[in-house]
């Protein structure tokens, strides 16, 4: 388990902490293990939810890129190309 703190945002409420906490542990479960794609997009709706602005997820994306090594962009880019119901796993050169 790595120690890094999540980018967020002090003006959001428990419950968009709680969207927000579970997209980076989605992205993170993405570069570990693989995560399904159906269950990927849904909490990045979530996610876009509590985030609407495209400025401010990718700012939040880079922050989250920078403290961990994943990619938010990357996971959804790879679920877009996949099919309902598969299993996504990125590989991290990086790591």
């Keep these: 388990m790595q ?3 999540y980018p967020l945002d002090e003006a959001w409420t428990q ?3 709680v969207k927000v906490i579970d997209l980076y542990n989605a992205v ?3 570069y570990e293990s693989g995560i399904k794609r159906d269950e990927f997009l849904q909490k ?5 939810d509590v985030v609407p602005m495209k400025m401010e997820q990718k700012r939040l994306d880079k922050e989250f890129e920078i ?3 994943y990619s938010i962009y990357q996971v959804f880019k790879k679920c877009q ?7 996504v796993r990125i590989q ?3 790591r």
């Design 28 to 30: 993170e479960k993405a």
């Design 92 to 94: 991290n050169e990086r």
């Design 44 to 48: 990045y709706r979530s996610f876009q």
């Design 81 to 87: 190309q996949a099919k309902n119901g598969e299993k």
């Design 67 to 69: 403290e961990s090594g």
């Design 15 to 17: 419950e968009d902490i």
């Design 3 to 5: 120690n890094y703190s």
